[in-house]
């Protein structure tokens, strides 16, 4: 009897790490990150459909939350919304079959040249 006992109960221990490799989301997980997702929106001065464009797998209503809950403290506190460095259009994911040019990769996305450091190395 207390070998079931002790085999249920190291079983059970791991259900919350099965339940993720399962691929079950987490409801009070997804919220959080949704909340996030609309906070840095808003304090990158991005609008709330940008935000919903720009993250379409996260929850609206999680985002809308999250961005109005930064709107209130923003205007509380006067904090100036900090400008975005990377367009939204720079965000769109590739057209299926082209490969998107990312400055990650090693290619300058504006000019399709090689960065300046491996020109001067020769290559």
Same mark, same amino acid.
């Given at each position: %009897? !207390?070998?079931? =006992?002790?085999?249920?109960? @190291?079983?059970?221990?791991? $259900? ?8 079950? *989301? ?8 949704? #909340?996030?997702?609309?906070?840095? $929106? ?5 609008? @709330? ?9 996260? *929850? ?9 809950? %930064?709107?209130?403290? %923003?205007? #509380?506190?006067? &904090? =100036?919304?900090?400008?975005?460095? &990377? ?5 769109? *994911?590739?057209?299926?079959? #082209?490969? !998107? ?12 040249? #090689? *960065? ?8």
């Amino acid at each position: %009897m !207390r070998m079931i =006992v002790l085999t249920a109960a @190291l079983l059970l221990a791991g $259900c919350d790490q099965m339940k993720e490799r399962a691929g079950f *989301p987490d409801p009070v997980r997804m919220e959080a990150e949704g #909340k996030a997702i609309g906070g840095a $929106c808003r304090h990158a001065g991005r609008g @709330l459909e940008d935000c919903y464009r720009l993250n379409p797998e996260a *929850p609206k209503a999680a985002v809308y939350a999250g961005w109005k809950e %930064m709107n209130e403290y %923003m205007a #509380k506190n006067n &904090i =100036v919304a900090v400008e975005p460095l &990377i367009p939204p259009e720079a965000l769109k *994911p590739a057209a299926p079959g #082209k490969k !998107r040019k990312n400055a990650d990769a090693g290619e300058d996305s504006a000019a399709g040249e #090689k *960065p300046a450091a491996e020109k001067d190395a020769g290559h």
